[in-house]
């Protein structure tokens, strides 16, 4: 069990303008942050400097109180999951998408969690729908069966600190409706942030955030948001 707290942060990318200023927050260890705000207001900004693609240019961010820039890359990545909006696969097998950068997995561990994202069914074809066991093309993956690849990664992993980035594009209902469930599921229990779209994902969140152009502006569970406005 992790606690993520962000202290201060400053952030611009290359071009220097500045782009958040003065976030502070804190996802207690097990609990879920869902992160609202319009398109550009830096939400995705923070899941990339949780992740350290990026490092603040002030303030800090640190998990169980040490500061990100002390833990090692590889250290820091098997504490976090990320599963991005849009997820890019090798052109791999699936197996082999989930099993990347998890060396110490069995081939049964691997199955496990293709089976629990509901990705077993490709799990011998490629990303483009090439299945190498029959050696003939079948469906190619959708945007919401990419991400599930995503969600196996992390079922693999099992990190106590979950980024789950929601998708904006558009998941027929069913396959979102199924994605959110998995979400719920592995984030029980796990220190999550999400950048979320649905209301549902919000009403199930601890806490909100609400950006505004690179602030925090507001912040509470969803209901005393809904009673204060
Ligand atoms: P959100 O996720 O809330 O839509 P982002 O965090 O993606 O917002 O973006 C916040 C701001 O940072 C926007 O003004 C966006 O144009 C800018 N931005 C995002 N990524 C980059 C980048 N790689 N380089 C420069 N500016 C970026
Ligand atoms: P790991 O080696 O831990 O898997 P990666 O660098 O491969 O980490 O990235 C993990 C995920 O994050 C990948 O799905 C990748 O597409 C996505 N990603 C990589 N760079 C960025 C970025 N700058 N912003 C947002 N997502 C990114």
Same mark, same amino acid.
């Given at each position: &069990?992790?606690?993520?707290? *962000?202290?201060?942060?400053?952030?611009?990318?290359?071009?220097?303008?500045? %782009?958040?200023?003065?976030?502070? *927050?804190?996802?207690?260890?097990?609990?879920?942050?869902?992160?609202?705000?319009?398109?550009?207001?830096?939400?995705?900004?923070?899941?990339?400097?949780?992740?350290? *693609?990026?490092?603040?240019?002030?303030?800090?961010?640190?998990?169980?109180? =040490?500061?990100?820039?002390?833990?090692?890359?590889?250290?820091?990545?098997? =504490?976090?999951? %990320?599963?991005?909006? !849009?997820?890019?696969?090798?052109?791999?097998?699936?197996?082999?998408?989930?099993? $990347?950068?998890?060396?110490?997995?069995?081939?049964?561990?691997?199955?496990?969690?293709?089976?629990?994202?509901?990705? $077993?069914?490709?799990?011998?074809?490629?990303?483009?729908?090439?299945?190498?066991?029959?050696?003939?093309?079948?469906?190619?993956?959708?945007?919401?069966?990419?991400?599930?690849?995503?969600?196996?990664?992390?079922?693999?992993?099992?990190?106590?600190?979950?980024?789950? !980035?929601?998708?904006?594009?558009?998941? !027929?209902?069913?396959?979102? &409706?199924?994605?959110?469930?998995?979400?719920?599921?592995?984030?029980?229990?796990?220190?999550?942030?999400?950048?979320? =779209?649905?209301?549902?994902?919000?009403? !199930?969140?601890?806490?909100?955030?609400?950006?505004?152009?690179?602030?925090?502006?507001?912040?509470?569970?969803? &209901?005393?948001?809904?009673?204060?406005?």
């Amino acid at each position: &069990r992790a606690n993520v707290r *962000f202290e201060n942060v400053d952030f611009g990318y290359e071009n220097n303008r500045q %782009i958040l200023h003065g976030v502070s *927050f804190e996802v207690p260890a097990g609990h879920t942050v869902a992160v609202v705000g319009s398109s550009g207001a830096g939400k995705s900004t923070l899941s990339r400097l949780l992740y350290r *693609f990026y490092d603040v240019s002030s303030g800090s961010i640190s998990i169980n109180g =040490h500061d990100l820039r002390a833990l090692t890359q590889g250290s820091l990545r098997q =504490h976090i999951g %990320i599963v991005p909006q !849009d997820t890019v696969l090798f052109n791999d097998t699936i197996y082999y998408n989930i099993a $990347y950068g998890q060396p110490d997995a069995s081939r049964e561990e691997v199955i496990d969690a293709a089976r629990s994202a509901h990705i $077993y069914d490709f799990i011998m074809s490629l990303p483009d729908g090439f299945d190498t066991m029959v050696g003939e093309r079948g469906l190619k993956l959708s945007g919401g069966e990419k991400q599930r690849v995503a969600i196996a990664r992390t079922i693999l992993k099992n990190p106590p600190i979950l980024i789950f !980035d929601e998708a904006t594009s558009a998941l !027929d209902s069913k396959t979102e &409706r199924s994605i959110q469930a998995e979400l719920k599921e592995i984030s029980a229990n796990r220190t999550t942030l999400v950048i979320a =779209h649905r209301l549902s994902t919000i009403a !199930d969140a601890d806490e909100i955030l609400v950006m505004e152009a690179g602030r925090v502006v507001e912040r509470g569970h969803h &209901r005393a948001l809904l009673a204060a406005n």
